[in-house]
């Protein structure tokens, strides 16, 4: 199976007849081209469902997306039944087309080319020649010229259009320097015209015009060049071509011979001449007879001496063992022309570990090693030109470098020529600009650090995680300088760390403080981080930069990206799906998710097992702190009911769920925290409707603060609605709280005012429930007259709810045991057994089985009574 990219896009089947299976459907080779350009590499759902639907997607993107994914898996494994469907494989956040490189021509021809232009720095043009020239006959038309194009086809487009400009100069160049100006001056004629800026074009085309003879045109090619320049961009041809333009004024005999010299042992400058075409408009280097006149090339340091140097190891740096490991591995196993990213979120010490990993390398890169930070002092990213000069001055490279970005390139070839050098190139913003950088000749590489992996060729990615929780506090004792400080409370240590996630800059940050503060100890400061919005405001005073590194992905992302990062702040702390998002965005599942990814991409989320997701503590901070600064309240009011909507219709179906109580144990923090948050956004109904979903699993878990937490602020809701029923309910579910704590005055009250709420509402159902709370609270207390009449008043007549019917039929029963003894209490507990069954509640059948085993069996009473399931009381005396 073959693939063609650069042209319309074509895809041949396996096999003798090699048929022609290139899919119809746009969109489906809009997924194919994409994933195509991309080879070998994981493009994310994110940049699939822009570059098919642009910043307008349906809210079913990530669904349809899955339906062109499966298409295109079947159309493969039609065309290679054999490997076709392995091709293309699921790796998150996206997919990944594995593919050999000699089936796909985009991959053949930046091989040809990469190769051309090492045969191009040894001056070897008969070579280069070649390999340019197969390079180019690859092209059937501009690339993906039947497919709609997004951003990132759209950015490949343009990046495979410079390549093949660079492909084809380099070609012409190398047929000058072996004397076949003849058959050049026609073609250069026409790039002229094709590409009037381009000035190494038309550098060539005066050479070869002077040496056919023909002096004169070659000037007037020099007047029309100054003459678009000068009324296009008020500007002059650049001082190469100008030159070039005196030496053939002057007629100068040394441009009529061909360059055919050897290079240099040393690699330095060669015995012959370069005129090189540059200035304004970008250009490239034409090769000519030796002149003196003319500007030597960069001079390399000597081979077999190790160039350039690295900053010294970190001396705090810690840990990472199995991290620097896998960095060895994938920096021996890289292959020519790739590299090996590090990415990961602001502050986890991606450019410490680069570093360390690179000083434990010199045995894999002996002749050297060296470091560039990609961004000046501002944070704003080096031009690649400007980047490609300081990193070639570190190198050693000394003399005059050329202006432009392709003759800078060519430097860079020559000096990796037949040396192992690693570059360590610091925060890398974009492949654009970092692909130039990256040494293509074999024994060389580069290892990046970025947040994000940029888009360059053949790159092996390590994600970069926070510290271990022990290395993390090994980090913050040896910066404050507390090695030998008892950290009696072991716990205070883990305490500072865990306030900022174990980010590596912020525990250094801390342990600055620390250091600063002889008088602090561990504890003192685990007691300032203590504050929910603590551990921001005390890291912005030990290090001010960091806060701008935090903030960092969050202002290059696009406003839906960072919308929904400011309202994930409103969910609670720790790991959540990416159902509660959906809510909160008032997308659909799919779409959430998507967003959800861009945020991962953007290392502002993390992405947890089973599909969860978690913001960072610190990212979770700081989007609080934007939420509050730049989302209208409104907005963030209806993010809540969202949610809160959502969560409550959970929680009143979880009750059927077959493992209620671990999905209970695992969504009680989401689900008190958004009523909490319903209620801070005066959000009533939803207040009291979640109160009402949780009551039974409160209870039943015991979560006693939750509980009161929960009702207490429902109960507010419900006042401010004036909703006497619903009042009612939570009055009496405190009031059963309250008994349970064994505060009875307090449980009487409740149940009191829970009375009166029914009564007023006409609530039957919980006027039972209260009357129950009261009578149960009575027989405590040994008022037996009491009891009875008020649970006479429930069972006269009987409620309908079978589970009001079962507790007031449980008080009763335990009032006949009191006062009549096991014989009158027998039938009371054998109906509570039959109500229990009804119910198909097991516990409370158990209950009921347990009296009336005790009642049936003639056995004295225990001074323990199991007054409801599971609660034991001690029974008054007498």
């Known amino acids: 199976m073959r693939f063609r990219v650069l042209g319309p896009l074509e895809v041949d089947a396996a096999g003798p007849d090699a048929r022609r299976v290139t899919p ?90 990469a190769r051309g232009r090492a045969a191009m720095a040894r001056h070897d043009a008969p070579a280069a020649a070649d390999l340019q020239r197969r390079a180019l006959a690859l092209w059937r038309g501009p690339l993906l010229s039947d497919t709609p194009h997004g951003p990132l086809l759209d950015s490949t487009a343009i990046r495979l259009g410079e390549l093949r400009t660079a492909a084809l100069e380099q070609r012409i160049r190398a047929d000058l320097q072996l004397g076949r100006h003849h058959d050049l001056v026609g073609e250069l004629q026409a790039l002229a015209t094709e590409l009037p800026m381009r000035e190494e074009f038309h550098a060539h085309l005066m050479v070869a015009l002077y040496r056919t003879g023909r002096q004169a045109d070659a000037l007037e090619a020099f007047g029309r060049l100054r003459r678009t320049l000068v009324d296009e961009l008020a500007i002059e041809p650049g001082p190469p071509l100008q030159q070039l333009h005196g030496r053939i004024l002057a007629g100068d005999t040394a441009l009529l011979r061909p360059s055919a010299a050897a290079p240099s042992p040393s690699g330095g400058p060669r015995p012959t001449a370069t005129v090189t075409a540059g200035g304004n408009t970008g250009g490239s280097a034409v090769s000519a007879a030796p002149s003196s006149a003319v500007e030597p090339e960069p001079a390399l340091p000597p081979t077999g001496v190790p160039v350039g140097e690295l900053p010294p190891s970190d ?55 060296v470091f560039l930070a990609l ?56 492949g654009a600009a970092t692909a130039p950088l990256l040494p293509a000749t074999p024994g060389s590489t580069a290892l990046l650090t970025a947040r994000r992996p940029p888009a360059v060729p053949v790159s092996r990615v390590h994600l970069l995680d926070v510290l271990a929780p022990a290395q993390a506090r090994r980090l913050l004792l040896a910066a404050s300088g507390r090695d030998g400080e008892d950290d009696g409370p072991e716990g205070a240590c883990a305490a500072v760390v865990e306030a900022c996630g174990r980010l590596p800059s912020a525990v250094r940050a801390l342990a600055g403080r620390l250091a600063a503060r002889p008088h602090w100890t561990v504890a003192s400061l685990a007691a300032r981080l203590a504050y929910e919005h ?76 089973r599909g969860a997701y978690r913001l960072h503590v610190l990212w979770r901070l700081l989007a609080g702190e934007l939420l509050t600064a730049q989302e209208p309240p409104g907005q963030v009011a209806r993010a809540v009911a969202r949610l809160a909507g959502a969560l409550a219709a959970e929680a009143e179906e979880a009750d059927a769920l077959p493992h209620a109580a671990e999905w209970f ?103 039972a429930r209260a009357l129950t709370g ?81 009642v049936r069996g003639g056995l004295p009473l225990p001074d323990w009574t199991e007054t409801r399931p599971g609660v034991w009381r001690l029974r008054a005396a007498g």
């Open 24 to 113: 119809r459907a746009a969109k489906i080779r809009v997924v194919l081209a994409t994933l195509l350009v991309r080879a070998d590499e994981i493009v994310s759902v994110g940049s699939l469902i822009d570059e098919l639907w642009g910043e307008d997607p349906p809210r079913t993107a990530t669904t349809t997306l899955q339906v062109y994914i499966s298409q295109l898996r079947k159309l493969l494994h039609a065309a290679d039944p054999d490997a076709g469907r392995e091709a293309l494989v699921t790796r998150p956040p996206g997919y990944l087309m594995r593919l050999d490189p000699d089936r796909l021509d985009l991959s053949a021809f930046e091989d040809l080319h």
């Open 315 to 369: 001396p705090l740096f810690t840990g990472r063992g199995e991290e620097l490991a896998a960095l060895e591995t994938l920096l021996r196993d890289v292959p020519a022309g790739g590299c090996v990213t590090l990415t990961g979120p602001a502050g986890t010490g991606k450019t410490a570990l680069a570093l360390a990993a690179a000083h434990r390398a010199d045995g894999l890169f002996p002749d050297g090693r």
């Open 375 to 430: 961004r000046d002092a501002a944070g704003e990213p080096l031009a690649p030109a400007a980047a490609l000069t300081l990193l070639l001055r570190r190198c050693g490279v000394t003399g005059p470098l050329p202006g432009e970005l392709d003759g800078l390139r060519r430097t860079l070839d020559r000096l990796t020529l037949g040396r192992r050098m690693l570059f360590v190139l610091d925060d890398a913003a974009s």
């Open 534 to 609: 603590a551990p921001l405001a005390e890291l912005r005073s030990a290090q001010p930069g960091l806060d701008a590194a935090l903030r960092g992905a969050y202002d290059e992302a696009g406003e839906p990206v960072r919308r929904a990062f400011r309202l994930l702040a409103l969910l609670p702390a720790g790991p959540f799906p990416a159902t509660d998002a959906a809510a909160l965005l008032g997308l659909a599942e799919p779409d959430a998710e998507a967003v959800l990814e861009s945020l991962v991409e953007a290392r502002l989320l993390r992405a947890e097992p």
């Open 665 to 767: 144990a695992e969504r009680r923090t989401a689900l008190v925290a958004t009523l909490g948050r319903a209620h801070t956004a005066g959000l009533w109904e939803h207040t009291v409707r979640l109160a009402d979903a949780l009551t039974a699993p409160l209870e039943a878990h015991a979560a006693w603060d939750d509980w009161e937490r929960a009702h207490t602020l429902a109960l507010d809701a419900a006042e401010h609605l004036g909703d006497l029923g619903a009042q009612s309910r939570l009055l009496r579910s405190l009031g059963d709280l309250a008994w349970q704590r064994r505060r009875t005055d307090t449980a009487r009250g409740l149940y009191g005012r829970a009375l009166r709420a029914a009564d007023g509402a006409d609530a039957r159902p919980e006027r």
């Open 774 to 854: 009261l009578a149960e609270l009575s027989l405590d207390a040994s008022a037996v007259t009491e009891a009875a009449r008020l649970i006479g008043r429930v069972l006269d007549p009987a409620p309908g709810d079978p589970r009001d019917h079962y507790e007031a039929r449980r008080v009763r029963a335990l009032l006949a045991l009191e006062t009549e003894g096991p014989a009158a209490a027998e039938p009371h507990f054998a109906r509570c057994l039959t109500l229990a069954a009804q119910l198909g509640d097991r516990r409370r059948e158990a209950y009921a089985v347990r009296w009336l085993r005790q």
